[in-house]
């Protein structure tokens, strides 16, 4: 960890006219500093002033906890609150006096909890509120090689409990039996957390979002399993495989799925640098659309991945913004049938140099499971 994270921020800032940006616990601070810190009610906040050093305002109690971690090395200056101090008091008066004046523009985090926001404006009322995210993910949407490599190692854990889906995926099993074990799983293979289990089995499948239920694994169901967790770096797995269970496919599925599988292979040939996000979405969405089924793709084709699990850039119509190298994100188009099933396949792809590396590389094809 260096500062020069940091110092890419507050140049950033600069660029746009934002005075202070004040990011609290979540990706963004453990981007920009490398400290994990968790959310919660006491004030917690990187301040970077456009002008002089940033600066950590953190409770008495954690600060610790910051010297022991990768932040303690950046000699960043750690300003502890007492419990009965106004947190927000020290952060702007740190704030102020590094800038010489009381800050126009202030930038919280897109994720900054509303009661720290309020408490921001509230000890610099004279301060028009933003977001950061155009500041921080400009930086954090292009990863580095060694980024890049970190979110290789998740999708190789993740893929690794893919594999094994035969072990617990089976005709008369509950999806929340199954979704235990495969978080179970997720956590032997690699990871420190667990961020999702999604088991969509039969008509479940049809609702993208669908996590777990008692709903009893028949013979001959589609099931959807989209799973995902967290490394010990803090960078996300996210990967989606559809099975098949104790059965084969019928005729209408097998030809439905083949449209699915040719329409994520379409949108991840189409990644290079310099092509918008949205025609991304749009190399996929038009083969489904082309054979008839594009009532039923119903969500974007994609999402950023990094420290969040969904992060910028969104793959989705409307997003003109152009592929660099190093922008990493799913390609994840899904095909539901209310009521009867559905299914998606997912991969984490990364833009390089010249096209396309993909980190998920189990078979795309319907798993056959024998139940
Ligand atoms: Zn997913
Ligand atoms: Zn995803």
């Known amino acids: 960890m260096t500062l020069d994270r940091l110092h890419a921020a507050r140049a950033v800032a600069g660029e746009l006219g934002i005075d202070l940006l004040v990011l609290t616990p979540g990706a963004d601070l453990r981007y920009l500093c490398g400290y994990a810190a968790h959310a919660m009610?006491?004030?917690?906040a990187l301040a970077v002033p456009r002008r002089g050093e940033p600066f950590l305002v953190v409770p008495r109690l954690e600060a610790p906890m910051v010297d022991a971690g990768p932040a303690g090395t950046l000699g960043l200056e750690v300003l502890a609150w007492d419990e009965t101090d106004d947190a927000f008091a020290v952060l702007a008066g740190?704030?102020?006096?590094?800038?010489?004046?009381?800050p126009a523009r202030v930038a919280?985090?897109?994720?900054?909890?509303?009661?720290?926001a309020l408490g921001v404006q509230r000890a610099l009322p004279g301060a028009a509120l933003e977001l950061a995210s155009p500041v921080v993910d400009r930086l954090r949407m292009v990863k580095t090689p060694a980024e890049v490599e970190e979110l290789a190692r998740a999708g190789a854990a993740i893929d690794r409990v893919h594999a094994r889906m035969g072990e617990w995926l089976t005709v008369g099993r509950t999806e929340a039996e199954v979704g235990a074990d495969v978080a179970a799983a997720i956590l032997a293979e690699g990871h420190v957390a667990v961020d999702f289990t999604i088991v969509g089995s039969g008509p479940n499948g049809a609702s993208p979002h669908h996590e777990l239920s008692d709903r009893v694994v028949e013979?001959?169901?589609l099931v959807v399993v989209d799973i995902g967790g967290e490394t010990s770096t803090g960078y996300r797995s996210d990967c989606t495989r559809t099975y098949v269970v104790g059965g084969r496919p019928d005729a209408e599925v097998a030809e439905w799925y083949?449209?699915?599988h040719a329409a994520q292979q379409a949108a991840t040939a189409a990644v290079r640098p310099g092509v918008p996000a949205e025609e991304i979405d749009a190399a996929a969405r038009s083969v489904i659309t082309g054979a008839g089924w594009g009532g039923y793709f119903i969500h974007r084709t994609g999402?950023?991945?990094?420290?969040?699990?969904?992060?910028a850039p969104y793959i989705v119509a409307g997003n003109g913004l152009p592929l660099e190298p190093g922008m990493a994100f799913s390609v994840e188009p899904g095909i539901y049938l209310p009521g009867r099933h559905g299914a998606r396949i997912e991969d984490i792809v990364v833009c390089?140099?010249?096209?396309?590396?993909?980190?998920?590389?189990?078979?795309?094809?319907?798993v056959e499971l024998p139940g």
């Open 41 to 44: 009610e006491r004030l917690t």
């Open 94 to 102: 740190a704030s102020v006096s590094r800038l010489g004046a009381a």
């Open 108 to 116: 919280v985090g897109s994720r900054t909890w509303a009661e720290h």
């Open 219 to 221: 013979a001959g169901d």
């Open 258 to 260: 083949a449209v699915l």
């Open 303 to 311: 999402h950023g991945i990094g420290l969040d699990s969904h992060e």
């Open 352 to 366: 390089t140099d010249d096209g396309v590396r993909v980190l998920n590389n189990g078979p795309r094809e319907l």
